[in-house]
């Protein structure tokens, strides 16, 4: 690595962030196989920025954040361009930079100055490792979320999420007119059903949440054997039934999920609650042998609707576990174990099943996703599982009367939740 720009950049950073440079230090730059092709870095097969016209892109990426605004938030540095750019504007007063991988960035800081961006006094400059959250209005480059690095990696996922979700909005906008017509036809139903406020169960402090990961398959007979209170997601009834595992609570939110209730007899049904969100397919809803709950969570798909203004809604971020997770915490749970909740492929398995005959279905190996396990390793996993995750660790933050507990270290490892010891 040359001297020329870099140890003049290394130089503000060590007047300014001196806890910083001590990370660029320590920085195995060496580990990373990078190129110089006319405009701009290639890093480990990745192009950094646009090699035609960096400053167009740059200001494509800006457009995220209003002319207006006092502050802004850039994650991945590129190569400088937007925090030159953005300094540009009257409005602003604060520029938060944040460095997602300190190897790339030292070769960033290696082949041109950055004295304009480093040196301004509205500049902030971070490490990812330290941020827990994103804050707004930001931008992100692209490729230095493929790039960040491995502990950088929730803050990557969260951003990613965040850049996503304008597409995730406009899907339903697209499929807003079926969603709706489905929840309508199901008002009758919402009108009748109770409410979860009325809820008529005897709830201990410990309460067990039963997903459909294949770690569920570790726990199955103990549960058999000791009987706690369970919430059992949809997707996780088979499993359990097989074993001889009564839940004390059921709980389905999707559409198209009768094919997991069909061929269970109802008499093994007809004493448990079932609590529901109005998109389930009404099959279910004219099936159910049992008691049913009405409630629903606070997006967009059940806005407008007068029928749910006496019932009690749930957090859910598009998962069933973010609402069966936020029932327990709304029963005054004090211990929320999760059992299955892997958010993941363990062993490359994505479900439990009663004798763990589950057949490999996505290994780390051909993924192109992946999160840290509770052992430190890297596993297999999805884009929406990652999401669910996130947004799973950020409500658990949330909630300071209950402690959360997780039942494997073969799931992936949930921030603020601790192996449960049976």
Same mark, same amino acid.
């Given at each position: 690595?040359?001297?020329?720009?870099?140890?003049?950049?290394?130089?503000?950073?060590?007047?300014?962030?001196?806890? $910083?440079?001590?990370?660029?230090?320590?920085? *195995?730059?060496? !580990?990373?196989?990078?190129?110089?092709?006319?405009?701009?870095?290639?890093?480990?097969?990745?192009?950094?920025?646009?090699?035609?016209?960096?400053?167009?892109?740059?200001?494509?990426?800006?457009?995220?954040?209003?002319?207006?605004?006092?502050?802004?938030?850039?994650?991945?540095?590129?190569?400088? *361009?937007?925090?030159?750019?953005?300094?540009?504007?009257? @409005?602003?007063?604060? $520029?938060?930079?944040?460095?997602?991988?300190?190897?790339?960035?030292?070769?960033?800081?290696? /082949?041109?100055?950055?004295? /304009?961006?480093?040196?301004?006094?509205?500049?902030?400059?971070? $490490?990812?490792?330290?941020?827990?959250?994103?804050?707004?209005?930001?931008?992100?480059?692209?490729?230095?979320?493929?790039?960040?690095?491995?502990?950088? +990696?929730?803050?990557? *996922?969260?951003?990613?999420?965040?850049?996503?979700?304008?597409?995730?909005?406009?899907?339903? $906008?697209?499929? *807003?007119?079926?969603?709706?017509?489905? +929840?309508?036809?199901?008002?009758?139903?919402?009108?009748?059903?109770?409410?979860?406020?009325?809820?008529?169960?005897?709830?201990?402090?410990?309460?067990?949440?039963?997903?459909?990961?294949?770690?569920?398959?570790?726990?199955?007979?103990?549960?058999?054997?000791?009987?706690?209170?369970?919430?059992?997601?949809?997707?996780?009834?088979?499993?359990?039934?097989?074993?001889?595992?009564?839940?004390? +609570?059921?709980?389905?939110?999707?559409?198209?999920?009768?094919?997991? =209730?069909?061929? +269970?007899?109802?008499?093994?049904?007809?004493?448990?609650?079932?609590?529901? =969100?109005?998109?389930?397919?009404?099959?279910?809803?004219?099936?159910?042998?049992?008691?049913?709950?009405?409630?629903?969570?606070?997006?967009?798909?059940?806005?407008?609707?007068?029928?749910?203004?006496?019932?009690?809604?749930?957090? @859910?971020?598009?998962?069933?576990?973010?609402?069966?997770?936020?029932?327990?915490?709304?029963?005054?749970?004090?211990?929320?174990?999760?059992?299955?909740?892997? =958010?993941?492929?363990?062993?490359?398995?994505?479900?439990?099943?009663?004798?763990?005959?589950?057949?490999?279905?996505?290994?780390?190996?051909? !993924?192109?996703?992946?999160?840290?396990?509770?052992?430190?390793?890297?596993?297999?996993?999805?884009?929406?599982?990652?999401?669910?995750?996130?947004?799973?660790?950020?409500?658990?933050?949330?909630?300071?009367?209950?402690? %959360? %507990?997780?039942?494997?270290?073969?799931?992936?490892?949930?921030?603020?939740?601790?192996?449960?010891?049976?």
């Amino acid at each position: 690595m040359t001297k020329s720009c870099l140890e003049e950049n290394l130089a503000i950073i060590e007047e300014r962030w001196p806890k $910083l440079y001590q990370e660029l230090q320590i920085a *195995d730059y060496q !580990a990373l196989q990078v190129q110089t092709i006319e405009n701009t870095l290639v890093i480990n097969s990745i192009q950094l920025t646009s090699n035609y016209n960096r400053i167009a892109e740059a200001e494509l990426q800006l457009s995220r954040i209003p002319k207006e605004s006092e502050q802004a938030f850039i994650y991945g540095t590129g190569l400088g *361009d937007s925090a030159e750019l953005i300094l540009q504007r009257s @409005s602003l007063k604060e $520029l938060h930079v944040v460095i997602l991988n300190p190897a790339v960035f030292l070769h960033v800081i290696n /082949v041109k100055e950055h004295i /304009v961006w480093l040196s301004d006094k509205k500049t902030h400059l971070h $490490l990812g490792t330290n941020l827990n959250d994103v804050y707004m209005p930001f931008m992100a480059n692209p490729a230095e979320l493929i790039l960040a690095d491995d502990r950088s +990696i929730k803050l990557r *996922d969260r951003v990613s999420l965040e850049l996503n979700n304008d597409f995730i909005q406009s899907h339903y $906008l697209e499929k *807003d007119g079926e969603i709706k017509n489905s +929840i309508l036809n199901n008002l009758d139903f919402v009108k009748i059903d109770k409410s979860i406020s009325q809820l008529n169960v005897n709830v201990p402090q410990q309460i067990f949440i039963a997903a459909a990961g294949p770690t569920l398959e570790e726990h199955l007979q103990w549960l058999a054997k000791n009987k706690p209170f369970i919430i059992c997601l949809d997707a996780a009834l088979t499993t359990l039934l097989s074993t001889n595992i009564i839940p004390n +609570i059921i709980i389905s939110i999707d559409k198209r999920v009768f094919h997991l =209730f069909k061929n +269970i007899p109802k008499a093994q049904l007809k004493g448990i609650p079932l609590v529901y =969100f109005p998109y389930v397919e009404r099959t279910l809803l004219e099936f159910w042998p049992g008691e049913r709950y009405c409630s629903y969570s606070e997006t967009r798909m059940y806005q407008g609707i007068g029928e749910l203004s006496d019932k009690t809604s749930l957090f @859910s971020s598009g998962s069933v576990i973010h609402p069966a997770v936020d029932l327990a915490v709304y029963l005054r749970a004090k211990e929320i174990i999760l059992l299955g909740a892997d =958010f993941s492929f363990p062993n490359g398995k994505g479900h439990a099943t009663p004798d763990g005959s589950g057949k490999s279905e996505l290994d780390i190996k051909s !993924a192109k996703h992946w999160v840290f396990n509770g052992l430190g390793q890297k596993v297999a996993t999805m884009a929406n599982f990652k999401g669910y995750l996130r947004d799973l660790e950020k409500y658990i933050a949330k909630q300071p009367n209950s402690n %959360f %507990f997780t039942g494997s270290q073969l799931s992936a490892k949930i921030e603020g939740v601790s192996l449960w010891k049976k």
